[in-house]
Every structure is written in C-alpha cells, then in structure tokens.
C-alpha cells in the first residue's frame, strides 16, 4: 500500500505508546454491532499499474474531442489550454495546499486571488469580483439570492435566453427562499419584452448575453428599464472569451454579471470541476456570496493579501451568512488567471477576434446547406441552426461519422417538438477550416 | 523579495500566446463589438512562469510538510489521480456529447457510485454537487423535498454546537431555523437537550459523525431512532469520513443522507481552495429526491437520465458534478481497495491519538478518552502563560509546520485541532510531538515574546486583516485610479 | 512570438541605450555577405496548437508500446514508471537549473547525485559510482579508457555476449587510441573462454551479464582468472531490474561495472535520453570518467554537497583529462534515484522478481509451440527463442497484428545468416498474461 | 532546515509502489538468484514525494529568476515541448521497433535533420551524439576518419586558449595534441599566430564562433581559407549558436562540421546537468564520415540506415540518440520559425549589449566594442578593493540572482562572462544592472566583509571544497561501516 508509510512494527510501536493492544480499542466508541462491517463487492488494493489501465480502457470508451472535430458549445467551449497552464497549476505549492487560512504562508495564493479577481473585473467591466464559485450556473443562482438581499423585493425574472442549466440550478437554488422566480421562454432570435414583465417587486432580471442559442443583444435599454424600475440586471455570460470581443456587461449597465470561466484554462472534464465568476458594483460588496482576496500590509508595512470580509461567510456568520459556500474553484481560478495572463490584451482580443471568424465562417458554411436555416443574425462563436428535420437523430449521425456536431434542441428542451429541429453549433479556436469542412460535409449527407 | 502584479508587468503588445491566422469573414458582432480596452497586462511566456513560480513558492503544501489542519484531512495527493484525470478521452470530454460517445465516461460514474453505496451502506448518491457545502445544500434539499412531496412543513433542524459553519447556512438556505444542541461534558451530543428539542416542527438533525471534535457520537444509532420516531430526517455531514471508511458503514447507524468531500477521504487535491466535489449518499427514504442528472446501466449500455417527472431536488450544477474530482478519487478508491481504505482508517485514528498520547501531559485534551482521526486541545495547557492559541500556532510556522486549526470548534476555548492523517509517518509525528512540547515549554517559561512576533522566518509576517476589511482592496487599479478611489 | 519578451518598443529604447541606429550595428563583426543570408524552406512562426497538431500527428504515425504488447528489449526495457517520477522531475527546480556549479544554490541536485550515486554502488554491489554518463553503451566504452588508465596495458578483450550496440560504441570510442580492443564473437548460451583470451598485457576483459541473449552467467571463475592475470573486469548489465533478482557484478569481482538505468524512471523515448551508470572500486576513483557529488559542510559546519575531485575534468584538466564529459544524465539520474527510492528494498526485489516469473511464463508458453526453440537456459527478463523460419518477417508479421514481438538476430547482426532465426524476447512487469497468450497466439499463425 | 538522505527515513519492508501478482513461474535463475539484501531503503510514495520537493526547493532555476550564466546558454524551456516529448507514440517508442512500426518517429528525426542543415547551411547532419562534448569527439572523429581514409597521418589540432574544456580534451580523446592558439588584444583568434602554427600536421582548427568571450570572429572566413589551404579542416564549437541562428549559415563561413547543442540554442532543459543532445552538422567533405544511424526518405516512407560499408565514424551511442530532446528542439523551432530564430538571435545579441552598456563605466569589459550574446568583464573593475570575482558572484546570490559564469575564459583575469539571453525582458536586466552597479559600489567603498560572508541567504553558505576532495565521500554509508571506512 504505497501511500500508507506506516508498517506492522511501527503500528505495534504506536499501539503500546498509546497504551492499547489493539487497533479496535480506539474504535471502542462505535457500537459493536456496526463496527467492521464486512464490506462486500469491491476489491482489494491494485496496483498503479493496474489502475492506470482501467482508466485508459474508459477513455478509450469515448470520442475525445481533441481527436474529433467538435462544435459543442451550450456552457461549455473546447479550447485550446497552453501546456504552461497545466503545468503551473500542478505545482505542488499550489496543487496540494488548503484554503490560505494562514496568510503569512499563503501569499501565493493570495496573490493569484487578487489578481483574478481583477480580471474578471476587467474583464466583465464591472467594480469588483469575488475569488470564484462553483460554476457559471451556480454563481447565477447566488446571484438572485444576493439581489434580493440587496433590494428585498420578492421576485426574480429570469430571460429565455438563460441557458436551461441555469434557470434550472437558479430555480432549485431560489426554491426553498420566500420569493419567487419566474422563467420565460423564448425562441432563438426572437426579442422578449423583459423590460415589460419587471413590476415594483421585482428583485431582478436574469439574462445571458450571449443568449442560449448564440444571439448577442444590446443590454442597454434593458439595464435603463431596470433602473427605471429599481430592480438590479443580472448577467450571465457562458462563454467569457466572448468578453474579448463583445461590449461587456459592465459598459451596458449590468449590476451583477456571473459568468462560466471554464473557457480560459480550465478543461472540459465531462463538465466539471469549472469555474463561476461572479462580478458586481462595488456598493453591493457586502452582500456578496464567496471568498473575496484584499490587499493589506503585514506588520513590516509591506504589501500583503488576506482573505476579507469574513464576516460575510459561513465559518463567522453560520446561518446568516451570504451563502453557504466554502470551498470553492481555487484551481480553476488559478488556471483562468494564468491564461489571462498569457493572452494579455492582445491575446485575448485576438483569441475572441479568431473564434468569432471561425464561427462566422462556420454558419456560412452550414447555413448553406439546403434546407439549413441560420436563426441567429448577431452571434459570437456559437449560432442556432434550423435543420429540416429533427437535431437529435442528426447529431447521432454525425457522430458516428466522427463529428461532434453541436447540441440538439431535444437535449435542453425535451419534449418540445418547437425545438426539436435546432441545432446549437460552437466553433472555437480550435476549430480548423478542414474541420468545417468535414462537418458541412457530414451534414449534407446527414441530410440527404 | 516581492512579486510584483501582473499588472505592474505589463507592456503593451506583448502576450504569451501565438494564435494560427484562421479564416476570414464579415464581422457579425452587429453593433457590440468591444470598444475600449480590457486592461489586461501584457507578458511574455517566460514571465508569466516565473511570476506564478514565484507566487508558489510563498505557499505552505503537504508537499513540503505536514500539515496537521484539523477537520481539513491534508493527506497525500497521488500523482497518478492526477494523471489519469488528464487523459484523452477523459479530461477533455464535452459534458453535451451524445451518450453513445462517452460510454466511458458514464461507466466510469457509475463505478463511483458503486463504491460509494457500497461503503457507505446507503443505496442511492447524488453526484453532482460540487463540494461538501453543496452536498449538505442538497441533502437538506432533499429532506426539504421529502416533506414537501407529503404536503408537510417543518420548520426547524436540529445541529450541534460543534458544527461547521456550512451546516446551519445550510439549514438556512432550504428555509429551516438552526435550534443548537449543546454538547455534554464528553464532546458529544447532550441526548437530554436532544430530546428536548425534538418535536414533530423538526425536519431532521445535522450531525457530523466523528464530530468536528474528533469523537465518534456514542449514541448516534439512538439519535437516528429518535428523530426517525418524529418523523424528521438524520443528515450526516461526512467531511470526517475518513476516520471510519473501511470500518463503518453510515447506513448501519440510521443516516438518511450524508455528503462525502471527495477532497478530504479521497483526496482529491484541495488546490489552494478548491474544486472540491461533494456527492451525497442517500437512504431508501430519500433516495426518491435526490437530484439528476444520474447514471444508469441498461443491457450494458450507460445512460444519463437528466429529466423525469419525480419530486427531486432540481439541478444542482451545470453540469453532471465535478467530473475531474470523480477520476482522482475513483483512482484513490481502486489504489487503496477495500483492505487499503479500511487501513486508512485506522492509520488516521492510529496517527491522531499517537499525537494525543504524545502531548496530552503538557497541553490538556479538550475531552478524555481516545480520539479519532483527530486531535482536539483547549488553550488551559497555556494558562496564564501569556502565550494564546494564535501564538502557538504562528511560532509553529516558524518550525516549518503549517498549524492546526484554530479556534474551531467553537465550543472549546482557544481550540486547537490537530488531524495528522494517515499519510504521515511516525518519525514525522515524533518531531511534531517534540517541537509541540517544546513550543509550550516555552510559553510555559514566559518566553513570549518569540510567540508575538512569530511567524518572523515567513515571506510575509503577520498581516493588518483590519484594515483589508475596513478598507477593502479587492482588485489592482491603475495608479491614477487607484488615487481617485482613495480620495 | 510568445517566447520572447522583447517589444518593438523596448527594443528601440535598448538600441538607443548602447547607441547604436539599428540591430545590425551590432553584429559588424559579421562579414556583411554572409550576415542574413535569406533561408529558404522553413516555415514561420506557428501557433501552440500547431504545433501540437503536428507532434500529435507524428504520434498517430507510431505503434506505441503502451497500446501494443511489446516483447522487445535488447538494451532498452518497457517498465512501468510511476506517475510520481514524471511529476517531480519536472518540478522546475529541477528541470529548469544548470549544473550545479553553485552549491550554495544547488543542494538539492548534489544531494540526490549523492543518493543516486550511492543506489548504484549498492545495486552494483560496488564501492563508488559516479553521477551518471550518457548511456549503457557509451559508459562500457568510457569503462575500457579508463581501465587502460588505471593499468596502462594495451589489450581489451570484449565477450562475444556483449550487445553489438555496446561493442561498437566502445571499438568506436576506442579506435583512435594507442590499443587494441578485440571482439568476440558468441552464439546463444554458448560458452565463451574469455579467461583463455587474457594475456599479460591485457587491460580488461568486458562481459555483459545477462548477456545480449538474456543468458546469465556466474562470473565468478572469469573474474579469478582476470585477477591471475593482472586485467581488469568488466561488467556491463543492460537491464538494472536485473540487479534486484540477480547476485550482482561486484559480489562476482567486478572491477568497474556499467549500466544503463533506463528501466528505473526513464522512458523508452525511441533510445535517447538514457542513463549510464558507472561504479568501480574505490581505488580506482580518481581514473573514473564523468562528475561525482561528495559530502563535506559548509562554513557554518553543516552537511553539504558538493561536485568534487574534478581535477580529474575537461574543464580544469583539459586535454589531460580521464574524459570529455560534460553535460551527462542529470535529469534521468533524478527519475532513476525517484523510482529507486519509491520501489525501496522491497519493491526493487518484488520487482525483478515479477520480471522474471512473467519472463519465464513467457518462454514457456512460447518455446512450447512447435519448431521453436529456446537458447538461453538461465535468464532474467529476456531470452532467446530459435524459429523455424527467419526471425525478421516474423516480426513484421507480429507487428501487423499489434505485437512487437522483441528483436530478430538480423536487426543485431545483419547478414549473419547463423543468427537469422533468433528472436530476442523480453517481458517486464507490463506484460500480463493475456498479452502472452495473444503473442503465443500470434507467433503461432506466423509460423503456421 | 535540512533534508535526511533517503538512506535515513528507512523502514523495513515499507515500499512507495505497490505491483500485481503475475504468473507463477519456476525460477531460471540458476545459481545466481541474488544472496544478500540490496541495501535500498523502504518509504511511501508520500515521503519520496516531500523528500524530493523538499530537495528542490534548495535549487536556484530559470523558472525561478535570471540565470545570466555565460556559455550556457540559461533560457526559458517552454512546456509545450514537454507536453509533446511526453505524448504516447512519442515518448514510448522503442528504438528496437521494426521500423514500420515507427514512420512518425522516423519522419520527426528527419524533419529535426531538415531544420538543423537548413539553418546552418551545411549538407548533413549525425543525430546521435549525447551532448555538445560528445558532439565535439563525433566532429573530431570525422576529421580523423577522413584522414585515416587518405591514408595520411597528421598530430596537431589547434585551438585557441580561450576554448571550453571540452575541446582539448576532445582532441586529445581522437589521438591529437593540442596547440594553443593565443588571443589578439581585442579577444580574438592572433592569425599571426594562427598562421605560424599552421603546416601539414595539423588535422584542424577548433574555434568555438562567436567565441567564448562572446565575440565574433572576424576573421573567420580566412582561417577557414587557410586551414584548409594545409589539407586541414575546420571544426566549429557551436555552443554559442544561439547568437548567430537564422542570422549566419555557419557554412557559409567555410566550416566543416560544427555541433549544435540542443539543450542551449534550442532550448532542451538542462535538467541540472543533462540530458543533453548535440548533433553535428558536416560539409560536404567530411558528410561521408558522419556516424550512423541515419534516417532516409525513399518513396514517401522512412528507413533507418544503421548498417553500411562506408569508413564512417562509428556507433556513438547506445541506440538513435537523444530523440527525447529532438521532439522538444523540433517544436523550439516550428514555435520560434524562421522568422522568429532569427529575432532569438537578434534579441540575445541586444540583450547582452545592453547589459554591457549598463555596466561598462562601473565594471571595465575584458575587451572593447559590441559583444554578441554574452559580455565579458575582467575583475579590473575590483582591482584594490580587496574583493574578487568569486566574491561578486555570491554576493549576488544574496541579491537572489544566480551568479554569471566565472574565472572563464581562463584567458582573462578574474572574469566574468554574463549571458542574459534572449528571454529575459527589460525590467528584469534594468535591475540586474542596478544590483550589480551596486555591489560594485560597495566592494569599492571597502565593504569587503559582505562579500567574504556571502552567500548568507541561502540553503547552505560557502562549502568547505577541499575537505570533499581530500578524502571524497562519494556515498552514503550505514554508520558502522562509514566508521569503518574513516578508520
């Protein structure tokens, strides 16, 4: 057993120091009857060897999507993560040390804290941000929450344009509160009337620019409309390269801005662990759900960060905290943050520049395939396509050819036969233009 | 020496990536192309390293030392987890793909589940909540959904004391009132105020078992029988797992739901704060509400059931859970096996009550008795010594130890928690024992300067945690702006 | 360019700074015809995930030995590495430091030489062992300069069963001195008389233990003969695993042993980087090729390492010195020393021992089937079968049913149509019992 | 604090690996089945995971700060090209495959050779050798070989006393003595000199270009001319290639084989002391000696040529070479391009110019003008300040820089050769010259006692060198025997 160091002599030696003949003594505080319980069904210890093996042959179970042409987007984007990014983070330093409760040996973490805290600020053009969530679904849900503390009010609107993930984690969030959360509906590329379903007890409006189905809108008149109403914008962002690109929130009047972060240095891994971004106005700080780094001086006066505003979270506060979040993506953040940090400025524009013409060239591509219908006319790299028959069946075709062609209607909303014919398409950076090539072309005889 | 920010790095045109040119096509950004600058810095490759080298190496790790964090189980991270977790074919799969293309990936969800019902004793998990905060939000969901589904209300839960912080946020978040069960004089739950407080507006009972002070709840088949006979729920919070995996099934003691940080019993790694991951094993009671999406075999295919028409806790995350964490610790899982986790176990609590034995003359144990993987003491050993926990433990960093946890639980003045795990060798508890003793000698003698101005041998000495509060810097901000923000 | 730091603009201010108008100032020395001679047919810069893509098609192109069986060994062995070696020697402390010039600064490289050092003398059963050389092969050749140092003789005898590989390298590094090295010629499990071709000015007789075949031998005998006649013996092992099963050279009266570490901690990686060793006799020590790592303290009186006696080295000797070598193994010594200490006493045992019950399960059900032969009696991982037919088709045939199925006498000694029909095979702890029966399986239909 | 040898944390029977059962099998061993134990001591995977990062925190690296050392080229290893080395069909090959089984292997080493000849301008290339040493003798063999093949004899191989070790000893190694060649006032090859030593025993010139006061030759095309006018050839020490690469074809210059050293023009990790890789590139004139094995294209597939008539030098090494470290040049290369190999050579050439020019008032250079990729100061600068060079260099250590190259080229008093590469940015070298400015400063102010002391902020401080020596501990021993063997 090559993780345990202990050994049969020293087990013995420990044993008579403690003063007990046997391990089971110290288990003395267990009812017998439940104690060693043979555990039946699962095997004994295997070799490195061994388990390496079983993992290759469950890889080998799938089609990798570094190996196939892939256009799924819907939360989650394929994209390429520089080997730097994965080689830092596993620094032992970083990999295998706990939340830095213990500043003085801690400032790694702190620092990096501090840093991505700043990018997501900048990046989402908002006041401040917090030192992550879960994911981009989540963190949306802990954005209606703290809405409502911050203005009381008793209802949220939540857009159709919200991916269905999020309305559904923000509803079971928001499910045991004493307020309500309303979910509309919505086709791809249609305009909702937001602005008219907010009322004077409206905490919030939750929408997702880029929506759903790819479609960019200008969230000014409804920021104005919120203002006007004192409720606060809520905007969720699933793909944060679009940032690059794309007027962020922040210039468009939101008040909180979540967002999936997964995009930037963090892996697919079959959806999860990613990682929740979650900005605001300054003047909201204090209610804000999460860890948050600040900057201070040590007792020599020299600059120094520490985790802040503790009297917000669980291990002070306890049920009146702002959330009872604990551990949260501290890995991923530093993923993200060094990514950014690679891209700089002019990486990241240029990297939001290169999805947006991939994709571009993509639904060109598609949409002129008889029959194809492109129903997203503003977009940044990830359009909703109408097919002349049903999504699903199509995607499993494609499959099999070795395409990974999208996601279909069917796959978010089951059972409406309205959307049953969409086809949401994502193309990254890593997307070739053979690799548009052989979709267009799986597509057509997908069609046939 | 100080790192700078990257912000205080920057040049503008610089970056440290290379992107190929792609295609060309008309912009279809309609009228939101971005119009100012970002503001991020720009670095070379070479740069961004060694900044984030040098960040590193102001970070205390399990790999440079032990650390003894209480409650937190800083134990070995394998490096294998790590690997496999990378392969292609795993940690490159879309969580949207057809099922017929991630068969792999699904088997492997549902080996984990396997081996969590199986040591657990508890037939259903939930695996997508996303660390042990979330796994106790969604067992308390699901509690919460039990007595919805019957049309019933309660409105309160029933946790100790000793509990963590996460726990009565929990309760709060699925609209419960926290009633606080005091503890007797042995660390554990009080059964007469325990009895007291039930009643049929009781939703369930959140225990931690072992407790945060690190003792197995004595009368935890009776607790289980007693909430059971007011028809509340018993929530277990399993952050201390690790003490009895192998050895005791949860499902024998009555437990209804309890959540499993795969970050402490099966070490995923804990990355400086995360991911966690945080699946929840049900009873039969509960297993009807436990959230989707799952997985299930049919005739030797694997599907993902994301919707049915059931009374669950709705979706937990974006996604089907922290997949990355679920490689590493089915990795852990099939390293250790059933006789190696049942020897983790025992190595933890052998480990933890070594430490007990080797300090309990000179810094008094919180309770008597034997402990399990944990260690608790108070502050009286430091009596009068003018010497407090937080000096102990910031002069602890000065020997090269990441201290224990301080302060917590609550319940007992000045704590100090100590967990070595079972990855730690004897000859490292040995010195540990040493340097401890020796540290309170010292107070003892009144040698308290050292302990106020520790840590000294830090990249950082103590810091201002009061001023970052009052005035929170929360981001960098250009210099003029900076300005501007302070005026 | 993401390599370089360096921006239009700072390049400026620097060339302002020298005083100079422009980079090619700075190059005049250069004679202007030559200076940025146009090159032709190389591409530009291109992108991470170009690059990648390229490497990851090159990949494609290979059969690799952790998907197929791979039977093949002859110098170089398919082992298992544990995930822990690959993680710490890229620690960038390690990866990423120079020769350890400045001790000060460089403890931990010397400090892991010195254990390193110290595993090869024990596996070696030798006195001292030097920090590592290029490989096996080069190490026997740096071994036969040295024993003409230490003896001043003219006359190396090198045993038929030495690998063709380590004979040529050492006729090679020895070919322009003033002595002679002389080849024999073996067959497989044959009995050489080496002790019959020591004569009074031979320097040292080389023999490869287990030898090219797999034979072992006990070297006992040739080793009293050696001593009689004043030589030196010495013994190269291919394969290290072998010295966790096998009485090792220097209990049989080694005088200098070589090996290749590459089965501990060092990948395949298509031949190269491997690692040599080299131990000798104490007293030999300052006639040893190649740098050494030695205790002593520091002025504050602690224990310290150091590179030391390196008055024996090029860059303090010279032309006077007992060898060129410069920059050696160091980062495959790191994995060798990790995957040593991770295996300790009792894995290092388990392991050969493992090696050798797979190996001879292997010959086994191979030499069972029809017409083929098995040549080597006495083995540790690797042995040598005699087929029927051609061993060099049979291996083409194996590969195309995705087994490498170890090394055919014309791969070693081409056009030596005695050796044709050998197969050299090995089998380490990577190889399971179903990949025996599907290469048995597979050989049979070769041969049918 | 300090860190036991492995040897001190043994526990019998404890192992860091754990291994499957496997066949049973009868023993083949025959007699020779090993007696006594090995000596190898027991941990778990988690103490060798802290012994070693323990280990490696006491290291200075790229990764961590400015390694300005001189000749070596201490540039940022990208992880790119770790990643691919590592990929499976990369790093797993065997050398011994049947070569169908290894067309991308082939191909990658053939496409190494295309960049390599392309970017000298010379016609062929031996892979093989282990490193820039090994390079040398395979270039000085070919010389050798090429005579051998004439029949003709010849003694001499001049080189200049500026060389690096390796060359002397190299020439030696092929049966050569060697002729020193004196250096001219500005730091070049004397060709009055030069010319006097030439005759008809000499086998060649080894000139290291630029050289290794990091000067270009200027002559360099006419000692091409001259050596070759007396039958002789001309070797190149590229080590310093790194300056010139995509700027200058060595062979247009007139060389005959020269050696590239991966591990510094592109960028292999020097991984504390190797491994390294050090092809070398031939004329036309010595292409047929070059060493087998080579690969050729013949009908779009790859062929491994191991074996043939020629009067080649022989087998270099144990198998193809470094091919580890021809996966991490090939991608330096396709990173950087042409276009961007040529702005390395640009930017280590201004790189180092400005460093001279930040410090040239201060610290006088051993020779006067521009330098190529690394400046070179004499101690004149210290002259009567009662501190030395050595002193300076761990001076700096204390400033948190690892020193530059010192007392070489052994030609030049008290020298200090400071090679900052092309990969470090403005900020970085600013402050570097500021240090150093600094302590220049300083040891002329008299403070001489700092740099007596130094380095103080280290791991270890200054090491008793001679005692090593004088009675070489060359390993661990258990304590009787180590009392033994001091007996």
């Known amino acids: ?448 | 020496r100080d790192e700078p920010l990257i912000f205080e790095q920057d040049a503008r045109g610089r970056s440290g990536v290379d992107l190929p040119e792609g295609p060309k096509a008309a912009s279809r950004l309609g009228g939101l192309k971005r119009k100012g600058p970002i503001g991020l810095p720009g670095l070379s490759e070479p740069q961004v390293v060694r900044h984030f080298v040098r960040l590193s190496r102001m970070n205390y790790a399990i790999d440079y030392g032990f650390y003894p964090l209480g409650s937190c189980t800083m134990k070995h991270n394998p490096r294998l987890n790590e690997k496999v977790a990378r392969l292609g074919g795993l940690g490159d799969l879309h969580p949207m793909q057809p099922v017929s293309t991630v068969q792999g990936g699904l088997r492997l969800m549902h080996e984990l589940a396997h081996w969590l019902t199986t040591l657990t004793g508890m037939p259903a998990v939930a695996l997508s909540p996303g660390a042990g905060a979330h796994g106790e939000l969604c067992g308390l969901m699901a509690i919460r959904a039990a007595f919805d589904a019957k049309g019933e209300s309660r409105s309160r839960v029933l946790v100790p004391e000793s509990a963590h912080g996460t726990n009565p946020a929990t309760a709060a978040m699925c609209g419960y009132a926290v009633d606080a069960i005091p503890a007797d004089e042995s660390g554990r739950v009080d059964m007469k105020a325990f009895e007291e407080k039930l009643g049929d507006d009781v939703a369930g009972v959140m225990l931690t078992n072992p407790n945060t002070c690190g003792l197995f709840e004595t009368d935890i088949v009776e607790i289980a029988e007693k909430i059971h006979a007011v028809g509340g729920y018993f929530y277990c919070d399993g952050a201390n797992f690790n003490a009895i995996v192998g050895k005791v099934r949860p499902g024998d003691l009555g437990i209804d739901a309890m959540h499993i940080n795969l970050h402490k019993t099966f070490s995923t790694p804990h990355g400086g704060g995360g991911p966690g991951s945080g699946p929840v094993v049900f009873s039969e009671a509960l297993a009807p509400y436990a959230p989707l999406p799952m997985v299930v075999e049919k005739d030797g295919a694997f599907e993902l059931v994301e919707h049915d028409g059931g009374q669950r806790v709705g979706r937990m995350k974006g996604f089907h859970g922290q997949f990355g964490m679920f490689v590493r610790a089915l990795a852990y899982m099939m390293s250790h096996g059933r006789d190696g986790l049942k020897q983790v176990a025992e190595d933890a609590v052998l480990n933890a009550n070594y430490v007990l034995a080797g300090l309990k003359d000179v810094l008094p144990p919180a309770y008597a008795g034997h402990c399990m993987h944990e260690a608790l003491f108070s502050d009286k050993g430091l009596n009068g010594s003018g010497v407090d926990t937080m000096g102990l433990a910031k002069a602890l960093i000065d020997e090269g130890y990441h201290p224990m946890t301080v302060y917590f639980p609550l319940v007992v003045h000045g704590a100090m928690l100590i967990e070595p795990t079972e990855t730690e060798n004897r000859g490292t508890l040995d010195e540990f024992i040493r340097v401890m003793r020796g540290l309170v000698e010292k107070a003892k003698a009144g040698e308290t300067e050292m302990f106020e101005q520790a840590p000294v041998l830090t990249p950082r000495r103590r810091l201002d945690e009061t001023r970052a509060a009052r005035n929170p810097v929360l981001r960098w901000q250009p210099e003029e702006a900076a300005a501007e923000a302070a005026d």
Chains 1, 3 share one sequence.
């Open chain 1, 1 to 448: 057993m090559r993780y345990l160091p202990q050994t049969p002599d020293s087990r013995a030696m420990m044993l008579k120091a403690i003063g007990v003949g046997s391990i089971d003594e110290l288990f003395d505080d267990v009812p017998a009857r439940v104690l060693n319980a043979p555990i039946e069904g699962l095997p004994d210890h295997m070799s490195e060897m061994a388990v390496e093996r079983h993992f290759r042959k469950l890889a080998a179970d799938n089609l990798s999507p570094s190996t196939a042409p892939c256009f799924i987007g819907g939360g989650a984007y394929h994209h390429h993560i520089p080997a730097t990014v994965d080689h830092l983070i596993q620094r032992s330093e970083f990999l295998t040390s706990y939340t830095p409760y213990q500043p003085e040996i801690a400032q790694g973490t702190l620092q990096y804290l501090f840093e991505f805290q700043t990018q997501v600020a900048l990046l989402t053009g908002m006041e401040v941000a917090n030192a992550s969530m879960y994911d981009g679904a989540t963190a949306c849900g802990e954005a209606v929450l703290m809405a409502h503390r911050v203005n009381k009010r008793r209802r949220t609107v939540l857009s159709g344009g919200l991916h269905p993930h999020y309305r559904d984690a923000t509803l079971n969030l928001t499910r045991f509160t004493d307020f309500e959360t309303v979910a509309l509906e919505a086709a791809p590329g249609a305009e909702e009337d937001l602005a008219g379903a907010i009322d004077d007890d409206t905490a919030a409006v939750v929408v997702q620019n880029p929506d759903v189905y790819g479609q960019l809108r200008d969230l000014g008149p409804l920021a104005e409309a919120c203002r006007a109403k004192g409720a606060l914008l809520i905007v969720a962002v699933a793909e944060v390269v679009s940032l690059g690109a794309v007027t962020p929130p922040g210039d468009m009047g939101a008040d909180i801005v979540v967002a999936e972060g997964q995009s930037l240095g963090v892996p697919l891994s079959f959806g999860g662990p990613h990682v929740g971004l979650f900005a605001c106005r300054r003047k909201f700080v204090r209610q804000m759900p999460g860890r948050l780094a600040g900057e201070t001086v040590d007792v020599d006066g020299r600059r120094s960060y520490v985790l802040t505003l503790n009297a917000r979270e669980q291990h002070i506060r306890r049920e009146k905290a702002t959330s009872n979040i604990c551990t949260n993506s501290g890995l991923c953040a530093l993923a993200f943050c060094i990514h950014a940090t690679l891209l700089g400025e002019s990486g990241m524009t240029a990297l939001a520049d290169l999805n947006h013409r991939t994709a571009a060239a993509a639904a060109e591509a598609l949409s002129a395939i008889d029959g194809v219908g492109l129903k997203t006319d503003v977009f940044f790299n990830e359009f909703t396509l109408e097919l002349p028959k049903p999504a699903g069946p199509v995607v499993e075709a494609l499959a099999e050819k070795g395409v990974l062609g999208g996601i279909p209607g069917s796959r978010l909303w089951p059972g409406d036969e309205s959307r049953a014919r969409l086809l949401i398409v994502a193309a990254t950076e890593t997307v070739t233009e053979e690799d548009i090539a052989s979709f267009r072309d799986a597509l057509k005889e997908a069609l046939a």
